[in-house]
């Protein structure tokens, strides 16, 4: 698989330009996720098979950051994803961890101890926690699809009978939404008055976007964007958000770049399938790729948001 940027409308060339290299930083993982750049001006990431989180420095060293990351129990089942997968940080710039094995969200306290957010819901284990966000009051937003269960939706480890989006508010665990059959990678827009969601199922690969209520809640959502048609590898996924409102969505065939009107308006296609990314450098203008065995970057016209 090459790498280059597919231009489908001419507003990307404010975002993108078409010579800009795709450049690959390290390789040799197992499955990479969770990118997430930190104020110290490194880049932290997650191997889910290797329950590893690792950093990345821009001298090019990638060492060990935490291990176990997700998973910290004798044995699992083989095949099972048990490392964490998403991170993100706090406005304390405390990081916040999706652990896919131990089935809940921690968050990492400056002596280097866990604080468990999140593990049930209303007495059942959660699924695999995915992907998270936090809004600027403070909520933390996540979903919860089954991905961490080898036989996913009908292990019998799962406790819950869906896949759902939640938010949690000073120690309350609200459910947002449960009607979407992998919910996966979350976005605010700029003003927080809406949240998109994908899905990464195959069978119906979209984003829905639903409007944040003034409780935190959601309202009724809506289809922002549909690849279902699609045949390339991969699955909508992780994705981030320029000030401007503009979508960069991972999925089939590579990162999808939108406008705030949901029109395609290109692709940034990597050497090997993207599963999530993250605005990283001093000037949030360089998307840092995670991408199945190796970590990759792009320098973009635009600037990021960012926790």
């Not at 036989?151 to 120690?171: H, I, M, S, T, W």
């Not at 996966?184 to 119906?204: C, H, I, K, M, Q």
């Not at 001093?282 to 926790?307: E, F, S």
Request: charged fraction near 25%.
């Amino acid at each position: 698989m090459d790498s280059r940027i597919d231009r489908f409308d001419a507003a990307l060339d404010a975002l993108l330009s078409p010579d800009t290299p795709i450049e690959k930083l390290a390789g040799g993982f197992t499955f990479t996720e969770g990118p997430i750049w930190c104020s110290e001006g490194h880049l932290l990431f997650s191997d889910i098979p290797e329950n590893t989180i690792f950093r990345w420095t821009p001298s090019g060293d990638v060492t060990v950051f935490r291990k176990p990351s997700g998973f910290d129990g004798a044995e699992w089942p083989q095949g099972a994803f048990i490392g964490s997968n998403g991170l993100t940080k706090d406005s304390a710039g405390r990081l916040t961890i999706c652990e896919h094995g131990n089935r809940r969200v921690t968050r990492m306290e400056p002596d280097g101890s866990l604080t468990v957010l999140a593990s049930h819901y209303q007495g059942k284990c959660l699924n695999s926690p995915n992907d998270a966000i936090y809004k600027s009051d403070g909520a933390l937003y996540f979903t919860d699809p089954p991905y961490g269960l080898v036989k996913q939706d009908d292990d019998p480890a799962k406790e819950l009978d869906f896949n759902g989006v939640y938010r949690l508010k000073d120690g309350e665990l609200t459910l947002l939404h449960k009607a979407m059959t992998r919910p996966n990678g979350l976005a605010f827009t700029p003003d927080e008055r809406f949240l998109y969601v994908a899905n990464s199922d195959r069978g119906n690969m979209i984003w829905m976007k639903f409007p944040v209520l003034a409780d935190g809640t959601l309202g009724e959502g809506s289809v922002f964007a549909d690849v279902t048609s699609l045949r390339e590898f991969g699955v909508p996924d992780g994705m981030k958000i320029d000030r401007n409102g503009n979508l960069y969505c991972t999925g089939p065939g590579g990162i999808h770049v939108f406008n705030p009107e949901g029109k395609r308006l290109g692709l940034i296609v990597t050497p090997e399938i993207p599963a999530n990314l993250h605005w990283g450098d001093a000037d949030a203008g360089t998307l840092y790729i995670t991408a199945r065995n190796g970590l990759y970057r792009v320098r973009t016209l635009a600037t990021g948001i960012r926790p």
